[in-house]
């Protein structure tokens, strides 16, 4: 139980194009989903936090505009990347957690999408 | 300010050897730990956690990690490294007033035979 899933697991596009990042909790509600970036040989950072129905909270330094989330139901959130240029090419997870799964403040990860923009 | 530390950012262990991955953490009580596990490419699995109660947590993969209140460390071991334990591994903290992790900058694992 508590699998999280992400589409596409990898994607290549241009500059100057967007791209959509979709994170899904399979069998369980996630009242709150969490969007991470890793660079090569770095560890996660925290880009945003979303609660479904609401908007996102962004951290510090992350554009709103740039990457933006969305997350219409309890199983879905999704992150576009804007305008994407070279610097955004990244490792992106998202993880989830719900009320039920797992200890409190658990989180459950997703396998990642690694974009490469061109 | 608030951190987590893991002083060791590779170790290179033999297979069948044990194995001892650092972490320390600065805050003002005590948050939630973990330990998450990397391989190449892929996303994280949660190793073990602690929220409470029996400072020796048992973990799935034979790893198990020891909270230590006075030294402010949440340490990982395994008694008997597997070539598949070669990975990238983080520490991770929520701390008790709020609800996001932090990572730590993570361990590079390499296991040779």
């Known amino acids: 139980g508590a699998v999280v899933s992400q589409h596409p697991s990898w994607v290549i596009c241009k500059s100057g194009t967007s791209v959509k990042i979709e994170c899904r909790s399979l069998?369980?509600?996630?009242?709150?989903m969490f969007w991470y970036r890793q660079f090569p040989k770095q560890s996660l950072m925290l880009m945003a936090t979303?609660?479904?129905?609401?908007?996102?909270?962004?951290e510090q330094g992350v554009e709103k505009d740039k990457f933006l989330i969305n997350h219409a139901s309890l199983t879905l959130s999704t992150l576009t990347v804007t305008s994407a240029h070279p610097e955004d090419s990244s490792f992106y997870i998202c993880?989830?957690?719900?009320?039920?799964?797992?200890?409190?403040?658990?989180?459950?990860f997703g396998p990642g999408t690694r974009l490469t923009v061109l | 300010a608030q951190s987590v530390t893991q002083p060791d950012i590779h170790i290179t262990v033999s297979e069948g050897a044990s194995l001892e991955l650092r972490c320390n953490y600065s805050?003002?009580?005590?948050?939630?730990l973990f330990w998450y596990v990397q391989s190449p490419g892929q996303g994280l699995q949660l190793l073990l956690k602690?929220?409470?109660?029996?400072?020796l947590v048992q973990g799935i993969k034979g790893f198990e990690a020891e909270f230590k209140r006075s030294q402010s460390s949440f340490n990982l071991r395994k008694p008997s490294v597997h070539w598949s334990d070669a990975a990238e591994y983080f520490c991770?903290?929520?701390?008790?007033?709020?609800?996001?992790?932090?990572f730590g900058a993570g361990t590079t694992v390499t296991v040779r035979a």
């Open positions: 991770a903290v929520v701390p008790s007033n709020d609800y996001k992790l932090s």
């Open positions: 993880s989830a957690k719900g009320e039920g799964r797992g200890g409190r403040d658990e989180q459950f």
């Open positions: 069998d369980f509600q996630a009242t709150t």
């Open positions: 979303s609660n479904e129905g609401s908007k996102a909270t962004y």
């Open positions: 602690y929220f409470s109660g029996d400072t």
């Open positions: 805050y003002g009580a005590t948050p939630y």
